[in-house]
């Protein structure tokens, strides 16, 4: 009997890229991709098509190939495929959670859960009909994946009950902390590089990793710190660190000053580098997590991979980084705080055994580990029917059509009927005023949304038509820096579109320079071809 075809991976790695690089789910993507290319897997890993080149790819080290759907029917072609994203809540509208070629090409779906917060928590993450409808749409999403790999037991438990999602199809793998988080080998050192990067740091202090969300729970830390006796807090500072909005900060720094410390009691030093952030857990006292709803808690793993006594709130998913309940506390009970902290910081046979806990969890909480149960859970999703690869090839076509002042709308209007018979057209209309609203036969669209609203990505070809009148600006100004496609100039020498152009950019020299950029540099073409001839008509 013939034994079942290994599918291939294409690892989706989008989130890496943009605003997400340095996130905690940018850094999930990226680690748990590192660790997969070191397994011996049949593996692609993609990224978005205008960063193929990018010096942000090259510095991965990994096989990549472009987010496309040439690339999933290449992939198809030879084998059962499983698509695995990156993130189901973080990619842009733009560009599509799980791209149409996956459901065409017969790939089987998988995604990384981080956790299900938005839905435990409504009133605070879906407050308005915006996001209430977005989370709505990404669950859908959610419950059509053949496996979700979730970063903790209670990211999978909590999804499983909050979205009613088949057990069976949810698989805790944990997560993986870098590297370069491990122990000091110069105190004296790690010492003094977080004095230098923390302003009023000079002596022995706690710190704790929170970010600009109430959930991360900094506040209910300061209320327990402040309750620790005289000379505790003379001998000590509480270094709070994270990105904080002015609003939650104004908070925080409210409830320090109303429980009686002093600026020099309590610093917020914002968000800082990784390698000031090793420094710090390097050389602090002891680090304090105290959030209330977690996915994970990778400041905890963080802190005890470099050796440094972590206690940790005793919510969701927090208990199981350290996997050890006597270094919990409740995080709403100043006094529990208040235990913690003491013991944290006097008692010596309690600081050892956090040292131990850590030690074991940073063997634990290792890529190599969270890799091969990815691996394990991916590589035994069933794979779907293949279907069989499209030949026909998807093209979007811009530029102006019928019901255009331009005469190349009409041109290419006519040449519709003859594309169709070749290829899937999509049109993206520039200065269209026919009667049908564009974009409710799926067929035209504001040229504008190519980009913007529908992912370049899903076109095999992209084409664009420009003629010597000003009806091409959309084209010229918005869609060619962002999304490379073929040139088909109808007039050699453009002068309208030309004038046009530096009208609207009010400066004729500028818009001189700008236009010949945008067509030769910008847009990366290295040679434009010469389409000779006319089409025939019938």
């Not at 993130?87 to 065409?104: G, H």
């Not at 003379?234 to 104004?250: N, R, Y």
Request: proline share 7%; aromatic share 8%; glycine share 8%.
């Amino acid at each position: 009997m013939p034994s079942t075809p290994i599918p291939h991976l294409a690892v989706d790695l989008r989130p890496i890229f943009g605003s997400n690089a340095r996130r905690g789910i940018g850094r999930y993507t990226l680690g748990l991709a590192s660790a997969l290319d070191r397994l011996d897997l049949a593996a692609t890993f993609l990224v978005p098509p205008t960063q193929l080149d990018s010096p942000a790819t090259s510095i991965l080290g990994l096989p990549v190939a472009p987010a496309t759907r040439e690339t999933f029917r290449r992939l198809a072609a030879d084998g059962p495929v499983v698509f695995h994203s990156g993130s189901l809540f973080e990619m842009p509208i733009s560009a599509p959670v799980i791209p149409s070629a996956v459901t065409e090409f017969g790939c089987s779906v998988a995604a990384t859960l981080y956790d299900a917060i938005p839905y435990a928590e409504p009133d605070r993450y879906q407050s308005t009909d915006e996001m209430r409808r977005f989370y709505e749409l990404r669950a859908i999403f959610v419950r059509s994946c053949d496996r979700l790999l979730a970063i903790s037991h209670h990211a999978a438990e909590s999804a499983v009950a909050l979205l009613g999602l088949d057990s069976g199809t949810v698989t805790a793998i944990g997560t993986g902390v870098d590297a370069q988080f491990s122990p000091s080998t110069d105190r004296a050192a790690d010492e003094g590089n977080a004095r230098a990067a923390v302003a009023g740091l000079h002596r022995p202090f706690v710190v704790c990793v929170a970010g600009n969300d109430p959930r991360k729970n900094a506040g209910g830390l300061i209320l327990g710190y402040a309750m620790l006796c005289d000379e505790l807090r003379a001998a000590h500072q509480l270094v709070i660190v994270g990105a904080l909005g002015s609003e939650l900060a104004t908070t925080w720094r409210s409830s320090a000053r109303q429980a009686g410390l002093g600026d020099d009691e309590v610093l917020f030093c914002g968000e800082v580098d990784d390698a000031t952030l090793i420094a710090l857990y390097r050389s602090a006292r002891l680090s304090a997590f105290p959030s209330l709803n977690e996915g994970f808690g990778l400041p905890v793993a963080e802190a005890a991979a470099c050796g440094c006594p972590t206690i940790t709130s005793d919510r969701t998913s927090v208990p199981e980084v350290l996997d050890w309940p006597e270094s919990t506390f409740d995080p709403t009970d100043p006094h529990s705080v208040v235990r913690a902290l003491t013991s944290g910081l006097t008692e010596d046979r309690f600081r050892g055994r956090l040292v131990e806990a850590g030690t074991r969890a940073a063997a634990r909480w290792t890529w190599d580990a969270v890799a091969a149960r990815a691996a394990d859970a991916l590589l035994t999703i069933p794979t779907r029917p293949r279907s069989r690869a499209k030949a026909r090839p998807h093209i979007a076509v811009v530029g102006p059509f019928g019901g255009s002042p331009s005469g190349i709308g009409t041109y290419n209007e006519r040449l519709l009927p003859h594309l169709d018979a070749l290829a899937d057209v999509t049109c993206f209309v520039e200065k269209f005023s026919g009667e049908a609203p564009l974009g409710t036969d799926g067929r035209r669209y504001p040229a504008g949304a190519l980009g913007r609203h529908i992912d370049p990505a899903n076109f095999d070809h992209v084409l664009y038509t420009l003629g010597n009148s000003p009806f091409h600006l959309t084209s010229v100004l918005q869609l060619l820096p962002r999304v490379r496609g073929h040139l088909w100039f109808h007039e050699a020498q453009l002068a309208e579109l030309h004038v046009g152009v530096t009208h609207l950019l009010k400066n004729q020299p500028w818009g001189e320079r700008h236009l010949a950029r945008l067509i030769t540099d910008e847009a990366g073409y290295d040679m434009v071809d010469e389409i000779r001839g006319d089409v025939g008509w019938e």
